[in-house]
Structures are given as structure tokens and as C-alpha cells.
């Protein structure tokens, strides 16, 4: 797989105001990684995750996409920018009085051309990626946690993404339900090649589909290490890493 990177941050500084949560982040995430911001409760994950999609500025620093600075260009020009990510929030976020087909339509209605008959072919398509083919009129209320979460990914890849963020995508599943939302995961990037950025804190779903990974340390603000969470697992050299990758393991 070609290592071609997408999406570079530098020497980032978050936070709010005066306060600053993580500092002197340095990372990389490569096109077509399954790229895992992992970490305790409370690290700063989320908040780092809101940057990255536009939606907070960093205090200080820069976020490339491909030779792009992020937050550095026109406004107009980072909107359009933000076309093309694609987000699944950790409670999915669809709108309730929609039906699947409506909510999956409705960035297509607003932000391309497309007539009606090629936005319900495009809804079609995105329903049945996620298996959820011949649930086009179901409301969010009718499927059960793991439905949702699949209902909002496809809602999520309605306009073709060339990144997906995940928050939290396995809260609020059981284990055989994150499993195969796991399994869905590693199906879209080895089909489509998109590259996908999933905040996690699940140690199943972070070994089951992460191939590249920054560890955030609440205590000591910043990044403590890179890599392949599997890797890391055993071959870290720093204790809080391994403390977080191997809990529940018999000594």
C-alpha cells in the first residue's frame, strides 16, 4: 500500500483559551491507513478530533491536507475542503423525523446537482455498502444500535469522502455488534481505499482494525508514541502505552 501522506499535523497546541489540553502534537496519517487517536477518558482525543475536521482551531500549529495548511487558507475554501470528509459521530446524529433514505439524501440535495433519480440511485448504493439495503424508509427510531451506526456511516459516505472520521464508532455495542461494525470498517478501506481517522479508546476494535496510531498522554500533554497499536502493544517503551494497550491481560 502506498505511503502517501494525507493528512500531517505540526507541532499543534489544543485547548480552550488559556487552557491548554495537548501540546507539540507531530503526526502522520498515510492514505488508505486505518489511523487510531487512542488514550485514556478525558486525553483530548475528541477535541483533537474537532480539529481536524473544522470544526476548532488549534491554539497554535498546522494541519496539512496533502501540501494544503488547513486552517490557514479562506474560509469559503475550508468549507469546500470539508465536502470532503466524511464523519461518523459516536451517537450516529441522524435526524430522528427523516427516514434513512432522507437523511443519506440530504447532503446530496444541498451541496451537488444531482437529480432525484441519481440521488436515489446514490442512496442505494451507500445503503446497500453497509448492508442495509431495503431500509430506505425505516426512521432511525426502528433500527437497533448497531443499524444506526451503519444508517450513519453511509450517510457519512454520501459524498464520496476522501477521509472518513469515526468517533467512538463501538460505544454503546455489544461485542458481536462492534465486531462486525469492525469488519465493515476494514471492508470499506480495502474496497474503496478511503483512509479512515477513528478516535478509540476500545482495545478490540483498536488491534482489529488500526495499522497506524498515536497514543495521546493526558498527564504529560502531548503525543508519547507512534505506530501500529499491535506493535505498541508489546514493543512500546513507554509504561503508560503498554499499561493502556494491555489492560485486562493476566500478568
Request: proline residues 4%.
Amino acid at each position: 500500500m502506498t505511503r502517501e501522506p494525507i493528512i500531517t499535523a505540526q507541532d499543534l497546541d489544543i485547548g480552550y483559551e488559556d487552557s491548554v489540553i495537548l501540546q507539540n502534537l507531530n503526526f502522520t496519517v498515510n492514505r488508505g491507513d486505518i489511523f487510531i487517536i487512542m488514550g485514556p477518558s478525558g486525553c483530548g482525543k475528541s477535541t483533537l478530533l474537532k480539529i481536524l475536521i473544522g470544526l476548532k482551531r488549534p491554539l497554535r500549529g498546522k494541519v496539512f491536507y496533502e501540501h494544503t495548511s488547513f486552517w490557514e487558507i479562506e474560509p469559503t475554501e475550508r468549507e469546500q475542503m470539508m465536502r470532503g470528509f466524511g464523519v461518523l459521530y459516536q451517537y450516529g446524529a441522524l435526524w430522528s423525523a427523516l427516514t434513512l433514505a432522507e437523511n443519506i439524501a440530504l447532503p446530496l440535495q444541498y451541496y451537488t446537482r444531482l437529480g432525484a433519480d441519481q440521488i436515489q440511485e446514490m442512496v442505494w448504493l451507500k445503503l446497500s455498502l453497509v448492508g442495509l439495503a431495503g431500509f430506505e424508509g425505516y426512521y432511525p427510531s426502528e433500527l437497533s444500535g448497531g443499524m444506526k451506526k451503519r444508517a450513519a456511516l453511509a450517510r457519512a459516505m454520501a459524498m464520496d469522502p476522501d477521509v472518513l472520521f469515526f468517533d467512538e464508532p463501538s460505544a454503546g455495542l455489544d461485542p458481536i455488534t462492534g465486531q462486525l461494525l469492525d469488519e465493515l470498517i476494514l471492508e470499506l478501506r480495502d474496497s474503496l481505499g478511503t483512509t479512515i481517522v477513528v478516535v478509540s479508546h476500545e482495545l478490540a476494535s483498536i488491534f482489529a482494525i488500526g495499522n497506524n496510531s498515536i497514543f495521546l498522554d493526558g498527564d504529560r500533554k502531548t503525543v508519547t508514541a507512534h505506530g501500529d497499536p499491535k506493535a505498541l502493544r508489546s514493543g512500546s517503551g513507554d509504561s503508560t502505552v503498554r499499561r493502556f494497550l494491555t489492560r485486562g491481560e493476566r500478568k
